[in-house]
Structure formats: C-alpha cells, structure tokens
C-alpha cells in the first residue's frame, strides 16, 4: 500500500494557491481608467452633441475631436503624474543611500529595532540586521520597503503609463464613433455599442480584480448610461434654445 506524504501534499496545494497577481505594474491602472474615460466621455460628448439635433457629420467630427484631444490629454497627465511620483521616490531613496553611506552602525541599528518592534528577539534582530546590511544595495531595498513601503526596482515607468493611458483610452472613445464611421445615421447604434463595450470592460476588470464579473459590468453599464443620459437631455435643452 502506497504511503502518502502529507507535507508534500500540502506544500504543493500552498503553492498552487498561494500566486498573487502583479499589482505594482504601470500599466493597469492607466489602462482601465483610460478605456472607461474614454468610453464614457466620448460617449457623452457624442450624445449631447447629437442631443442638439446637429447633423452627422458635426457629431463624427466632434466624436474623432474628443478621442484625439483626450488621448492625449491622458497620456500628458499620465506622464507627468507618475514622473513625479518617480522622482519624488528617487529623491527619497537618494536620502536614504546617503544615510547608509555615512551613518552605516546607527542604521543596522534601525533595522534592529524595527524587526524587534515586530516581536523578533532582540539578539536574532541584530544579527539578522548586521547580516542584512552586509550589502549596500540590499540594505537600501530593505530599508526602503520597510521605511517607505516601495520597492526601488519596481517603480511605474511613465513611459508605460503614457503609452497604456494613451491607447486605451483611443480605443473606448473610438466605440461611439464607430457605427458613424461605419455609416450609421443614428444614435441609437453608437449608444448601444458604447454601452456593451462599458459592460466588457467592467467585466474585463473584475476578472483582473477578482470581482464579480456581472456587477463590475452593471456597475460600468449604469455609470456610462447616466453620463449619456444627463448629456443627451442637456444638448436637446440647450440645442433647441439655440
């Protein structure tokens, strides 16, 4: 009779369950923000311009203004942004490296103390501290993470978000144009379009975010339709009184 070793079992099924997914990459924030902005936006702007009763070619030439001017907006902000943020954590690891360099004893000391703040004795957090501390570069990620909670070599690059930024929020403005481009003389088509591609991409999100895939699109669904409503009822108020 075959004997199971139960710790193996175990282990394996710990590390078939214990992957994370990465959640400190540039890109998927930009990226989900920008395809919702852009759907949504575009969507609104398209319906309030067609709520003024204006002729197609009016709302195509208002709908590729929108996408072209909010892509790039998106991906300025997006690149501004997260340089900031960048330099700003480039700065404070600078701060720290200094700190490393020249007061090497009272930072292994730091590092003592914060590892028995966490309940490791004190003469185990010494020695894990002096051995930590042996290399300057480990030293300063450790520190870094423990200090200010990054990681120095997983910072956002804003090259990724600008670029992520840039072409997804494209794509989503592109959907209510779309059926126009394509010939349609209608709202109702682009509407509907936009709508269904709100309700992917929330559904798309939650499989990211490990929501529940319907209410994440609903969610999206009911935002979207709301900001389209409010605008199309603006443009036919505004549209008639001009």
């Excluded at 978000?161 to 003389?185: E, K, Q």
């Amino acid at each position: 009779m075959a004997v199971i070793d139960t710790r193996a079992v175990l282990h394996k099924a710990h590390r078939d369950n214990h992957t994370h997914r990465d959640v400190n990459g540039g890109w998927l924030r930009p990226a989900v923000f920008g395809a919702m902005d852009g759907l949504v936006s575009n969507l609104a702007l398209i319906t309030g311009v067609a709520g003024g009763s204006v002729g197609q070619q009016t709302i195509v030439l208002t709908g590729l203004a929108g996408l072209a001017a909010g892509a790039f907006s998106m991906a300025a902000g997006e690149y501004t942004s997260v340089a900031s943020q960048r330099e700003l954590v480039e700065a404070e690891l600078d701060v720290e490296r200094g700190e490393l360099r020249r007061h090497p004893k009272d930072e292994e000391q730091e590092l003592a103390e914060l590892y028995e703040s966490r309940g490791v004795e004190p003469g185990l957090a010494r020695e894990v501290a002096r051995q930590l501390s042996h290399d300057p570069e480990q030293a300063l990620e450790i520190h870094a993470r423990e200090e200010l909670g990054i990681d120095p070599g997983d910072l956002p690059s804003p090259a990724v978000a600008a670029v992520s930024s840039f072409g997804s929020f494209a794509l989503g403005a592109l959907l209510p144009v779309l059926p126009y481009l394509l010939g349609a003389t209608a709202l109702w088509p682009a509407v509907l379009l936009a709508l269904a591609g709100l309700f992917l991409c929330g559904a798309v999100v939650a499989r990211v975010t490990a929501r529940s895939w319907w209410f994440s699109g609903l969610r999206q669904l009911a935002l979207g339709g709301t900001a389209a409503g409010v605008t199309y009822a603006l443009g036919s108020l505004f549209g008639a009184a001009v």
